[in-house]
C-alpha cells in the first residue's frame, strides 16, 4: 500500500496493479514449460517417433504432446509428433492403431477452431481432407510451432526466390523447439519496433519506465537485441520508445530499493527505468555492449528541447557525403518538392498558415516528447500522424517510423557505391525500368523534367542491383516517385528498401504471394467487419481483384496524390494495418451503393467515383500539381470526402484490429495462397500434358503428385539439394518441377511394369537418357508421363520402339556395376555418372544446354524472344517419328536388347514359350542378315555366325534359363568376334517378332496403373528411406 500512495491517480494504480499481475502469470506460466523439456522424456519420444514412423534417421523431432485425434466424432488418444518435414500421430488403443504422416507442404489450412463438441481444437486440412487435434496442454504454445513449421516448410520448397538467404531454411536439421520459439520472439520484435531483420532478441525485462511529460511511470517490456535497447508500455498508454546503442554515452544504476537503470544518449537524454530484474547484471551487460562507463556528469531526466540525435538532418553530413568524392552531381540532395515547390514565407495564404500550424504541433511535440530515433511515440504522435505530417517534416519523419533511418545510419556511402556500380548495366530488369520511369507521376512538374527521371532512374537501379531477386517490379516506379518528392535520394533509396524487405515482404517478387497474401487477410476482416458485403457479394474474389492496386500502391494510384500521401503518412507509422484499416473504411463508406450494384463492373465504377471525389482541403500543393483540383465538377457529382476525415474514421472505427492479429492471419493464408498457386501450376500443367497421354484425368493427377512428392523427397534431407536449386517458379509451368536420374530410378521402380526386370535399374538410366533431350540431366512431367503412357497405353509397335531407342544411342550406355556384388544395381554414384555421360561437364550442362530449354535465361537475364518464338515453333510441327528414321541396332546392341527380353520374361506364364520365340527370332534376323550381305557382295564368301543360328532343341527349365541365357549370349559373342559388324534396322525386328504370337500377346497385355500408383504411394517414402 505505500507503493500505491506513490501514485496520482486511480488510473495510474490500476495500471501498475494489472502490470503487477501480468508478471505473477507470466513467472507463473514460465515453471510449467521448463518442467515439459525432460531430456529423458525427450529421448524417449524420440524412439517411439523412430520406430512408429520409420522415417530416415536424418529426420529432426522437434517436439511432441500428447492429444486426442477426432476420428469422426470419436476422439483417440495418442501422441502428435512435430518433425522438420512431418506432422505424424500415433495411437494404438484397444487394439486399434492410427498411424497418420502429413508432409507440411501438403497442408493449405492450418487454423485454431472451437465448436459445440470441441471447446478448442487444432484443423489441419491436406489435400482436401480435415484433421482435428484436441485436448492439448499448451495448445496456442503447439499452435504457434506448428504454424512456424508449416511456414518453414512452405518456404523452402515453394517460394526459393525470397527465402533462399535464410540459414535456418537452408539447413532445417538444425531447427529446435527453442530455435524456433527465439526465432518468432525476434521476428515480432524486428517487425513491431521497425529494427534490421537481422536483429535478435536476447532479453526481455518486465518494469516501468518515467516519462517525464506525463509524470507517471509506464509499465512495459524492454526489450534488448545487439544494437537496440526498445520498450513498449502494456497498459494502454501506447507508449514506445527505441534505443539505438551507438546513441548511448552513459549506462547508470539508480536506486537499489527500485531497481532502477538510467541509459543517456547524446541528445542529453536519459531514461529511467525501474523495476527491473537482475538490474545490476544488466547495467554490466549494456555498459559492455555499448563500452559506455558511467556518465560523470549530471544529465536532465525531462527530454531536452535541443535533442535531435539521430534525426535525418544528422545524417545530411555523414552517409549521404561520404563516399560521394566526385559524384555530387550523380546523387541528388534535395527532395524533389523542395526543389520544385519552395515555400513562400513572406506569401502565406490560408492553406499555408494551417500548415504552419501542422509543423507547430509536431515542434511542440519533439520539445516534449524529444526528436530523432530515440523519441517517445505516444497515442498524441499518432493522432498527428492521422492530421497528415507536414509537407517539410515528411521525408524526415517517414525515414524514422520506417525504421529506415536505421538501416542508413549502419552503411554510410553504400547507395553511392551502389549508383556507380549499377549504372550502365544491362538487364531485363533495367529495360523494364527505362520502359517505365515516364508513366511515373507524368503529371508531375519534378517527373516531366531530366531532374526527377534520372533520379528515379538511380534509385530504381540500385535497387534492381542490390536485390536481383526482385529486381524491378511495376508499382515500385509510382511508390518511389512519391518518396523522391520527400525525400531525399539516399533517403528514398533506403525507404524503398524498408518497404520492400520488411513491411511489404514478398509483395514485389515474381508472384506478388506477399499482396495475394494480405488481400486474403482483406477479405477474412471483410467477413468479419462488414458481414451485409459479403452476404451480398457471391464471390469474395472481386475484393482481391478491386484492391490489388491499393496494397501493391499504397492507394497512391488510386487516390490523387495530395491525399495519397496522408495514406502513406499512416503506412510509415501504422504498418500493413493502417492500408487494411482504410479498405474497410472505403467499402463501409460506399456500403449502401455496393449492395445495389447488380455486378462487379457496376461496384468498380462506385469505388472510382469515390476515389475521384477524395480530396485534401488542407494540402499546400499549388493547384497545378493537386490531382483532385484538376477534376471538373460536372465530371464528379459525388460528393467531397476529406481524407484526413477518411483516416480518422478508419482508425475509429476500425483500431482495436491488433497487429499480432493481422501478422496470425498472414501466416495462415500464406499457407492458402501458396496451395493455391500450386492447383494453378497442376491445373496447366496437366491440360498441357492430356493431350499426349491416354491416362484418365485422375490417374494423370496422380501420377503428378508422385513426381512433385519425389521432388520433395529429395529436398527434405538434403541441406544443398541440386533438386531444390533447379526449382524456379518463374520458368513456365511444365519447367518448374523437374527430377533427375536418382529420383527417376525410385519412380521407375514404383510405377513401371517391366520394374521387376533382372537390369531394372540400366533401363531407368537409359529411360532417363532418353528423354533428357536438352542434356541438362533433368526432366520434366511432360517427358516422365509420355514414358509411362508407351508402358501403359502404347501399342505392340510403340513399346517395342520405346524398348529399340533405350538400346540405342543417345540412350544406351555400356552399363557395369563397381560392386559385382550387387548384380546389375546401381549405386546413386554410378547412376548420376552414367547419366552424365555424353555431357561436356554438370557445370555447362546447367548453363549452356539449359539455354536451348529456357530461352528467358540467354544473357543477363534478358528474355530472348526469338529463341523462345523458335523453340514454340518446332514443337508445333513436331511431326510423329517415322519408324525409318531410326537407327540400325548394331551387334553389342542387339546383344544387350535380347538380354533385356530375357529379363521381362523372366517369371511370366509363358516363360518357356518366350524363350524359344527369342531364339527363333535371333536365328531368323541373322540369316536375314547373312542373307544380305551375300546379295550386296556375292563373291565374297562370309562365314554365318552358327553358334547363333543353332537353336537348342529344348528350352531350359525355370532353374536354367538364366545361365543357359547367359551361355547363348556369351557364344554368341565369342561367334561373332572374328566376323564382320552386322546391324538390324527396327523394321527387321519388329516384322520377326511380330510372326511369334507369344511376343504380341506378352506386349499387348493390359497393365492397371490404379495397382501401381495406390502401391507407389503407400512405398514411396520407405523406398526413399531405402535409398
Known amino acids: 500500500m505505500k507503493t500505491l500512495s506513490v501514485f496520482d491517480s486511480n488510473e495510474d494504480i490500476t495500471s501498475f496493479v494489472q502490470g503487477k499481475i501480468r508478471g505473477l502469470i507470466a513467472e507463473e506460466g514460465k515453471g510449467s514449460f521448463v518442467k515439459e523439456e525432460d531430456p529423458e522424456k525427450f529421448r524417449e519420444g524420440l524412439m517411439k517417433f523412430e520406430k512408429c514412423f520409420g522415417l530416415p534417421e536424418q529426420e529432426k523431432l522437434v517436439t511432441y504432446y500428447s492429444c486426442s485425434y477426432w476420428k469422426g466424432r470419436v476422439p483417440c488418444q495418442g501422441w502428435l509428433y512435430l518433425s522438420t518435414n512431418f506432422l505424424s500421430f500415433y495411437s494404438f488403443l484397444l487394439g486399434a492403431e492410427i498411424k497418420l504422416i502429413i508432409s507440411w507442404d501438403e497442408i493449405s489450412k492450418l487454423e485454431k477452431t472451437s465448436n459445440v463438441i470441441l471447446t478448442e481444437s487444432i484443423h489441419v486440412c491436406s489435400r482436401g481432407e480435415d484433421h482435428y487435434f484436441s485436448m492439448f496442454l499448451h495448445i496456442s504454445e503447439t499452435f504457434l510451432l506448428m504454424e512456424q513449421l508449416a511456414n518453414y516448410a512452405v518456404r523452402r520448397l515453394f517460394d526459393k526466390e525470397t527465402f533462399e538467404n535464410d540459414l535456418v531454411l537452408h539447413d532445417p536439421l538444425q531447427i529446435t523447439k527453442r530455435g524456433l520459439e527465439s526465432r518468432a520472439h525476434s521476428e515480432q520484435f524486428s517487425a513491431f519496433f521497425r529494427l534490421p531483420k537481422e536483429e ?6 518486465e518494469c516501468f519506465l518515467w516519462v517525464p511529460f506525463s509524470h507517471y511511470n509506464t509499465h512495459g517490456k524492454m526489450c534488448i537485441s545487439e544494437n537496440y535497447v526498445c520498450f513498449a508500455s502494456q497498459d494502454g498508454s501506447l507508449c514506445s520508445v527505441i534505443i539505438p546503442l551507438r546513441e548511448v554515452i552513459g549506462v547508470d544504476k539508480g536506486d537499489a530499493a527500485n531497481r532502477g537503470v538510467s541509459i543517456s544518449t547524446k541528445g542529453k537524454t536519459a531514461f529511467r527505468f525501474t523495476e527491473v530484474r537482475d538490474f545490476e547484471q544488466l547495467v554490466a551487460k549494456l555498459r559492455m555492449k555499448c563500452n559506455a562507463t558511467s556518465s560523470p556528469q549530471h544529465i536532465n531526466t525531462e527530454v531536452a528541447a535541443s535533442s535531435t540525435s539521430d534525426s535525418p538532418k544528422d545524417f545530411d553530413a555523414g552517409p549521404s557525403k561520404m563516399g560521394q568524392r566526385d559524384n555530387s552531381k550523380t546523387v541528388g540532395t534535395e527532395a524533389l518538392m523542395t526543389v520544385y515547390h519552395p515555400q513562400d514565407a513572406e506569401n502565406l495564404d490560408s492553406k499555408m498558415l494551417k500548415e504552419k500550424m501542422k509543423e507547430q504541433s509536431w515542434n511542440i511535440l519533439f520539445v516534449e516528447r524529444g526528436h530523432g530515433v530515440s523519441m517517445f511515440r505516444t497515442k498524441k504522435t499518432r493522432d498527428l500522424v492521422v492530421r497528415g505530417i507536414p509537407e517539410a517534416l515528411r521525408g524526415e519523419l517517414w525515414l524514422l517510423f520506417s525504421g529506415a533511418v536505421n538501416v542508413m545510419a549502419s552503411n554510410p556511402g553504400y547507395y553511392t557505391e551502389l549508383v556507380e556500380k549499377s549504372l550502365g548495366t544491362c538487364t531485363l530488369a533495367t529495360d523494364e525500368i527505362e520502359r517505365d520511369l515516364r508513366r511515373s507521376l507524368p503529371e508531375h512538374p519534378a517527373f516531366q ?4 527521371i534520372s533520379a528515379l532512374r538511380r534509385v530504381l537501379t540500385a535497387y534492381a542491383y542490390r536485390n536481383p531477386q526482385i529486381g524491378y517490379c511495376q508499382a515500385m516506379n509510382i511508390l518511389t516517385s512519391v518518396l523522391l518528392l520527400y525525400a531525399k535520394e539516399e533517403e528514398a533509396f533506403w525507404l524503398l528498401v524498408a518497404v520492400c524487405e520488411r513491411m511489404l515482404p514478398d509483395y514485389f517478387n515474381r508472384r506478388i504471394i ?51 500521401v496522408n495514406v502513406v503518412d499512416c503506412f510509415f507509422y501504422d504498418g500493413i494495418k493502417a ?33 475521384d471525389s477524395v480530396t485534401n482541403k488542407d494540402s499546400p500543393l499549388p493547384p497545378a500539381v493537386q490531382q483532385g483540383s484538376s477534376l471538373s465538377d460536372t465530371k464528379s457529382d459525388h460528393p467531397k470526402v476529406d481524407i484526413t476525415d477518411l483516416i480518422r474514421e478508419s482508425n475509429e472505427r476500425y483500431g482495436d484490429i491488433q497487429y499480432e492479429d493481422v501478422e496470425s492471419m498472414r501466416c495462415r493464408n500464406r499457407l492458402y495462397v501458396i496451395q493455391t498457386l500450386e492447383a494453378t501450376t497442376k491445373q496447366n500443367v496437366l491440360r498441357v500434358v492430356s493431350q499426349d497421354v491416354k491416362f484418365s484425368p485422375g490417374d494423370l493427377e496422380e501420377l503428378y503428385e508422385l513426381f512433385k512428392k519425389e521432388h520433395f523427397l529429395s529436398c527434405y534431407w538434403n541441406v544443398n539439394s541440386p533438386v531444390l536449386q533447379h526449382h524456379d517458379a518463374s520458368l513456365p509451368y511444365l519447367d518448374q518441377y523437374r527430377i533427375d536420374c ?30 533428357d533431350e536438352s542434356s541438362d540431366c533433368l526432366i520434366n512431367f511432360k517427358q516422365f508421363a509420355c514414358v509411362f503412357d508407351t508402358m501403359y497405353n502404347g501399342s505392340f509397335t510403340d513399346k517395342l520402339k520405346l524398348l529399340f531407342k533405350l538400346h540405342i544411342p543417345p540412350a544406351f550406355t555400356e552399363v557395369e556395376s563397381l560392386s559385382p556384388s550387387k548384380g546389375g544395381d546401381l549405386s546413386k554414384e554410378e547412376l548420376i555418372h552414367f547419366s552424365q555421360l555424353s555431357v561436356s561437364s554438370v557445370g555447362d550442362s546447367l548453363e549452356s544446354d539449359s539455354l536451348k530449354s529456357s530461352p528467358e535465361k540467354v544473357g543477363k537475364g534478358k528474355v530472348d524472344i526469338q529463341a523462345y518464338l523458335k523453340q514454340w515453333q518446332d514443337e508445333l510441327l513436331k511431326k510423329e517419328e517415322n519408324i525409318k528414321d531410326l537407327p540400325r541396332m548394331n551387334q553389342s546392341q542387339f546383344i544387350q536388347f535380347s538380354k533385356t527380353l530375357y529379363n521381362l520374361f523372366h517369371g511370366d506364364p509363358e516363360e518357356e514359350l518366350l524363350y524359344r520365340a527369342i531364339a527363333v527370332v535371333t536365328s531368323l534376323l541373322l540369316k536375314m542378315e547373312e542373307v544380305g550381305r551375300r546379295l550386296q557382295s556375292p563373291t565374297s564368301p562370309v562365314k554365318g555366325p552358327v553358334a547363333i543360328t543353332e537353336v537348342p532343341a529344348e528350352i531350359p527349365r525355370k532353374g536354367q534359363e538364366e545361365s543357359s541365357s547367359e551361355q547363348t549370349e556369351g557364344s554368341r559373342a565369342q561367334s561373332l568376334r572374328g566376323n564382320h559388324e552386322w546391324s538390324f534396322a527396327f523394321e527387321q525386328i519388329l516384322a520377326s517378332l511380330l510372326n511369334e504370337p507369344a511376343f504380341v500377346r506378352f506386349f499387348e497385355k493390359p497393365h492397371d496403373i490404379k495397382v501401381k500408383i495406390e502401391s507407389a504411394k503407400n512405398l514411396q517414402l520407405k523406398a526413399r528411406i531405402r535409398v
Open 449 to 452: 523534367s531530366d531532374t526527377g
Open 514 to 564: 506477399g499482396a495475394l497474401v494480405d488481400q486474403a487477410v482483406f477479405e477474412e476482416l471483410i467477413r468479419v467487419h462488414l458481414p451485409q458485403l459479403t452476404d451480398h457479394m457471391s464471390d469474395m474474389t472481386f475484393f482481391s481483384s478491386v484492391s490489388l492496386s491499393w496494397f501493391l500502391t499504397l492507394f497512391i494510384s488510386v487516390l490523387p496524390i495530395e491525399s495519397a
Open 579 to 611: 492500408i487494411l484499416q482504410l479498405g474497410l473504411a472505403v467499402l463501409e463508406y460506399n456500403m449502401e451503393k455496393l449492395l445495389t450494384c447488380k455486378d462487379d463492373a457496376e461496384a468498380v465504377t462506385v469505388l472510382n467515383r469515390f476515389f
Open 200 to 205: 535478435t532478441l536476447k532479453e526481455v525485462h
Open 742 to 771: 536418382q529420383q527417376f530410378r525410385v519412380l521407375c521402380h514404383l510405377l513401371s511394369p517391366w520394374s521387376h526386370c533382372a537390369n531394372r535399374d540400366s533401363l531407368a538410366l537409359w529411360t532417363f537418357r532418353l528423354m
